[in-house]
């Protein structure tokens, strides 16, 4: 990305993305990954990985980063928000960004830079566009038929929140 495509509080952003990373790399909270919420030109919440240190897979950088942003706001949309990462997400956070929906997402490192230290998703990758009998774990499908009457009672139910 070329700097004409962003602006010194972008930068500042991002800067602090990258300090989290460090910090939580030398705390051995987890991986080298920081990540920040912005609304409005200002941080509303921030996050590094936590997948060690809390033994939860799910704890990278960007979910948390999400999960603090969206209890802030009281949503589960990051509507009007930008989301700085110290790395181009993997496909779990990228499932979420989308599922989270911030106008924007910056980056500074590639998966190919986290590739040469041994963070490669490109099995995850090569796994989503298998079909689901031929994936490295086994997935069984069972009782559709019981599972299908919640689907159903879910598009008849008149209080739902779309989402």
Not at 106 to 111: D, E, L, Q, S, V
Not at 120 to 148: G, P, S, T, W
Request: aromatic share 10%.
């Amino acid at each position: 990305m070329s700097k004409s495509n962003y602006t010194e509080d972008d930068k500042r952003f991002m800067q602090r993305a990258i300090a989290l990373a460090e910090k939580g790399m030398d705390t051995n909270a987890g991986g080298p990954f920081g990540a920040v919420v912005v609304k409005d030109g200002k941080i509303i919440a921030e996050g590094h990985n936590n997948v060690t240190s809390t033994n939860d897979p799910t704890a990278h950088a960007e979910v948390v980063a999400i999960r603090k942003a969206c209890e802030k706001l009281e949503s589960f949309q990051l509507t009007d928000c930008i989301l700085y990462t110290s790395c181009e997400p993997c496909p779990m956070c990228l499932g979420a960004i989308y599922w989270a929906r911030p106008k924007k997402v910056f980056y500074a490192c590639n998966r190919e830079d986290a590739a040469e230290i041994n963070f490669d998703d490109q099995f995850i990758y090569d796994e989503i566009d298998k079909e689901i009998e031929n994936r490295e774990i086994a997935f069984v499908r069972m009782l559709r038929n019981e599972a299908v009457k919640v689907f159903d009672k879910w598009a008849n139910k008149n209080d739902k929140k779309v989402y």
